[in-house]
């Protein structure tokens, strides 16, 4: 499978503790996204990169938050001292950036549950 | 500022029933505008795009979208509804390749 993967793709944690998630983007795709999704809602914007560099964070991404690519290939994302508002999904896209419009290709995402 | 509004949190039809879910955009500039549906436990899967070339739109699974710009609108449509169409969808907008902005979603149930 030559998707979008992430692991994992669940996680219970309790409050206070620490936790991090992997995302693999499809090979070549030199733009990754962190989208977070609650019960009922559709998904919102975290951050994203181009490559290593991060060129966008959402006033989302808390203090507590922290996402790295430090290859340019796969992406992780860190909360710290977790609280039961951070329980979501977790979703990760990648895309290539060339001409025209660059379709984000969805991984299956990663559910956070925080006791 | 960008966004997108979805009317109704909750379509029902009949199988073999027209399909339609509204989405209404706000944008200062031309948008580019979608359609995601998520399955249970599943991530996104684009079901079509609207890039400023023709304004209806077709995609998979017999869905279309027509972009109408005096009405803001990105209403999805599917001439007949399908067990298989019941999940949740979600229409998007953003500017180029930047990142996209989601409505709040539509979940879609079709009565046997």
């Known amino acids: 499978d030559t998707g979008v993967s992430q692991d994992p793709r669940h996680k219970i944690t309790k409050r206070g503790q620490n936790v991090t998630f992997r995302c693999d983007p499809i090979?070549?795709?030199?733009?990754l996204y962190w989208y977070r999704q609650t019960l009922g809602q559709g998904p919102e914007f975290l951050t994203y990169?181009?490559?290593?560099?991060?060129?966008?964070k959402s006033r989302l991404l808390s203090d507590r938050f922290s996402a790295e690519r430090p290859k340019g290939s796969f992406s992780t994302l860190e909360i710290q001292r977790t609280e039961q508002g951070d329980s979501a999904m977790y979703l990760c896209?990648?895309?290539?950036?060339?001409?025209?419009?660059?379709?984000?290709?969805f991984g299956p995402g990663t559910r956070l549950t925080v006791l | 500022a960008q966004s997108v509004t979805q009317l109704g949190s909750h379509v029902s039809v009949s199988e073999g029933a027209l399909v339609l879910l509204r989405c209404n955009y706000s944008?200062?500039?031309?948008?580019?505008l979608f359609w995601y549906v998520q399955y249970p436990n599943q991530g996104l899967q684009l079901l079509l795009k609207?890039?400023?070339?023709?304004?209806l739109v077709k995609g998979i699974n017999g869905f279309e979208a027509e972009f109408k710009k005096s009405e803001t609108s990105f209403h999805l449509t599917k001439p007949s509804a399908h067990m298989s169409d019941a999940a949740e969808y979600f229409c998007?907008?953003?500017?180029?390749?930047?990142?996209?902005?989601f409505g709040t979603g539509t979940r879609l149930t079709i009565i046997p």
């Open positions: 896209a990648s895309s290539l950036l060339t001409g025209g419009y660059n379709e984000q290709f």
């Open positions: 090979s070549e795709h030199n733009r």
């Open positions: 990169f181009q490559n290593e560099a991060q060129l966008e």
């Open positions: 944008s200062s500039v031309p948008p580019y």
């Open positions: 609207y890039t400023s070339a023709a304004t």
């Open positions: 998007a907008v953003s500017f180029g390749n930047e990142k996209l902005t």
